[in-house]
Each structure stands twice: as structure tokens, then as C-alpha cells.
């Protein structure tokens, strides 16, 4: 007889994880975000960049309560848990240029790899695209991982420090429900399509604490998979593709194909490239925008450095026009082209001479 295996406590939690992120997706888009974005992290941290006028796109501009949300959960959890460990001093500089590199080509694409999940179970074949080149940039981050790369080690901080993040985050939210004429709002476009401020709040706080518990990670998945066989990291955007596809089918929210797709582009080249980019780098990183949020509600102060990188690539890619275009005739522009190219290039270096370095101390 073939012996069943039970699935382990952390595949359950990471599963029912995957499950509350389709669930929640599916809920929030419902009640007002943009289709096929009712969860990105790459996207919300760009519209809050906007919202705080750090860029002057004026259709993603809105300071989004999901990021928020995802990082009180966290933080919250992880004081139940004892888990609440603030730390940091593991190469915050190169970190910080790591979180701008993924974000600038995440932008590429338009959206993180959470979206790239999302827009795949809504029928985007842009996502399969950009899947492919995910985990062909995870892979060759793996490979650097065996040849010794790592950003070394953090230090214990206080719990003044760990409690920034958080903290930055409360603040955020008094500004949007009590002084919201000190932000911007987009009245047109991506921006303005929102869920209400307590339902985003809520889902997220949700999410958040069941990725503290969970560890959810997109690219850590994969990741595991080529270094160690194992599944459970994985199960968890599994999960979350195929219940937010049963989700569409049974709405009629589903749409097979490459065009006509809400907030995307039919740019097969780059949407594989810059995703190369973003899953290279976030295996450099250790965890994927998703992973850097949830970090920082724990304390991890090198994660919230990634995080501003990542506020600030957001930035960067809309003053300079690097983000993609939406529509069927639309795509990368020349800049982020240049961009993506570079990224992989400065990727590159960077991993092969701190490989480098590890292999000659060892």
C-alpha cells in the first residue's frame, strides 16, 4: 500500500496563509481595487510614494492602508509570539540599492510578484511571462547562494529602533484619516480605484499577522525548491493561484490572454527580463517585497532599509518615466529598458564579488 503523508503544521498554516491572501484579494477588489490589483505590494508602495508627493503621476497617488496594515500585523503577531527581535547591520547600503533594483523592474512589469500571481489566476498571460523569468532570476540566485553569498549577519538593536517601522506606519494612518489634505489623491486611474480605509486596514492586518506566522514568501518558495526539495515555502502562493482562480472562474472575473488585460502590457521581452531582475534580487535579499514588509513589523531593521529602497526606486521609476506603459500597445520604455538591463548587470556584481569574498575568507 502507498503510505499517505500528513501535511506538517507549518504547510497547513502557509496554506490557510495562501487561502486568506486569494480571499482577501478577491474582497478588496470587490469593494474598490483595481482588478487584478487587489493586492501589490510593488504597486501600493509606488501609490504611497505618490500619495506623500514623491512623484507627480497623478493616476497613483494614494496613501494605501494594505501596507500599513501588513506591517502592524506583523508587528503585532510577532509581540504575541515573542518574536519581536529588533536587529539590523547586515549591509543596509547594498540592501537599499537591492530594494530599488527590484522595484524599479517590478515596475517594469507593472506589479510585484504577489500581482504576478494575481493577474496569472485572473487568465493574464503576461504573468506567465514574467513567471518564467522569475524563477529563471530565483535560479540564478540560488546558485550564488551555494558559492557563499550572504549580506552577513545583523546585530541585536533596541527596541526603539525596531519599533520605527511600526511606528512610521501608525502615523501614516492618523495622516490619512485625520489630515488627509496634507496627501495626495489621484482622481483618475489606479489610484483612485480603492477599498474603503477600515476594510484595507483589517485585511491586511489579517494577512500580515498570518505571514509572520507563516513566513509566506513568493520567491522563497522557489527558492527552496532548487536548494532544498522542499515544498512548504511554496504551498503557500500555490495556494493563493489556485483559490483566487476558482474565486474568478466562479464570478467570471477569469480572462484568458495576452491583451485587453487591466494594468498590464503585452511586452513579452521585458516582462520576462525585468522579472529576472526582481527574482534575482530578492534572493540576494532573502525574501520578496511581501517578506520585506512582514520583516520589518518583526524589528528587522535591514528589511525596513529594503523597504525604503523600494519607497524610493517607486520614486525614481515615476519622475524618470521607467515604469511600464499599460495597454496593448503600450510596453517598457526606453528608460526602463536601460534599467532593467543595469539591474541585472549591477545584480550580478554585486553577488559574484561578495561570493567571491566569502570563498576567499572561508
Same mark, same amino acid.
Given at each position: 500500500m502507498i503510505e499517505k503523508r500528513k501535511l506538517s503544521k507549518e504547510q497547513?498554516? *502557509?496554506?490557510?496563509?495562501?487561502?486568506?491572501?486569494?480571499?482577501g484579494t478577491a474582497l478588496l477588489t470587490h469593494l474598490g481595487n483595481p482588478k /487584478?490589483?487587489?493586492?501589490?505590494?510593488?504597486?501600493?508602495?509606488?501609490?504611497?510614494?505618490?500619495?506623500?508627493?514623491?512623484? /507627480?503621476?497623478?493616476?497613483?497617488? @494614494?496613501?494605501?492602508?494594505?501596507?500599513?496594515?501588513?506591517?502592524?500585523?506583523?508587528?503585532?503577531?510577532?509581540? *504575541?509570539?515573542?518574536?519581536?527581535?529588533?536587529?539590523?547591520?547586515?549591509?543596509?547600503?547594498?540592501?537599499?540599492?537591492?530594494?530599488?533594483?527590484?522595484?524599479?523592474?517590478?515596475?517594469?512589469?507593472?506589479g510585484c510578484p504577489l500581482r504576478m500571481i494575481i493577474r496569472l489566476a485572473g487568465g493574464d498571460m503576461n504573468a506567465f511571462i514574467a513567471l518564467i523569468g522569475f524563477v529563471g532570476g530565483i535560479f540564478v540566485g540560488t546558485l550564488f547562494l551555494k558559492r557563499g553569498f550572504s549580506l552577513g549577519r545583523a546585530e541585536k538593536k533596541s527596541v526603539i529602533e525596531g519599533g520605527i517601522a511600526p511606528s512610521i506606519q501608525v502615523i501614516l494612518l492618523i495622516l490619512l484619516i485625520a489630515v488627509p489634505s496634507l496627501l495626495a489623491f489621484s482622481a483618475s486611474g489606479p489610484g483612485s480605484m480603492r477599498a474603503p480605509i477600515i476594510a484595507s486596514l483589517l485585511v491586511a492586518l489579517v494577512i500580515g499577522a498570518l505571514a509572520e506566522l507563516s513566513r509566506m514568501c513568493t520567491a522563497g518558495?522557489?527558492?527552496?525548491?532548487?536548494?532544498?526539495k522542499?515544498?512548504?515555502?511554496?504551498?503557500?502562493?500555490?495556494?493563493?493561484?489556485?483559490?483566487?482562480l476558482i474565486i474568478n472562474l466562479a464570478s467570471g472575473n477569469f480572462k484568458f490572454g495576452f491583451l485587453n488585460q487591466p494594468i498590464a502590457h503585452p511586452d513579452h521581452l521585458w516582462n520576462l527580463?525585468?522579472?529576472?531582475?526582481?527574482?534575482?534580487?530578492?534572493?540576494?535579499?532573502?525574501?520578496?517585497?511581501?517578506?520585506?514588509l512582514i520583516l520589518a513589523g518583526e524589528g528587522n531593521g535591514d528589511s525596513f532599509i529594503t523597504v525604503l529602497g523600494m519607497f524610493t526606486g517607486a520614486a525614481i521609476s515615476h519622475n524618470f518615466k521607467f515604469a511600464g506603459v499599460a495597454g496593448n500597445n503600450g510596453g517598457a520604455t526606453t528608460g526602463g529598458?536601460?534599467?532593467?538591463?543595469?539591474?541585472?548587470?549591477?545584480?550580478?556584481?554585486?553577488? @559574484?564579488?561578495?561570493?567571491?569574498? /566569502?570563498?576567499?575568507?572561508?
Open positions: 497547513v498554516l *502557509i496554506i490557510i496563509t495562501g487561502a486568506v491572501i486569494a480571499a /487584478n490589483m487587489g493586492f501589490c505590494i510593488a504597486c501600493f508602495i509606488r501609490d504611497i510614494a505618490g500619495g506623500m508627493r514623491f512623484h /507627480n503621476a497623478e493616476v497613483v497617488q @494614494y496613501v494605501r492602508p494594505e501596507i500599513m496594515g501588513l506591517v502592524l500585523g506583523s508587528f503585532i503577531m510577532a509581540l *504575541i509570539r515573542g518574536d519581536f527581535k529588533p536587529r539590523s547591520g547586515s549591509s543596509p547600503v547594498i540592501r537599499f540599492v537591492l530594494g530599488a533594483i527590484v522595484m524599479m523592474c517590478a515596475l517594469v512589469f507593472l518558495g522557489i527558492r527552496d525548491l532548487f536548494l532544498t522542499d515544498i512548504t515555502l511554496f504551498l503557500g502562493p500555490l495556494t493563493t493561484f489556485v483559490v483566487l527580463l525585468s522579472f529576472v531582475a526582481v527574482g534575482f534580487g530578492s534572493v540576494l535579499l532573502g525574501g520578496c517585497p511581501l517578506r520585506q529598458k536601460i534599467v532593467v538591463i543595469l539591474s541585472i548587470v549591477v545584480l550580478l556584481f554585486i553577488a @559574484y564579488f561578495i561570493s567571491s569574498k /566569502n570563498r576567499k575568507e572561508a
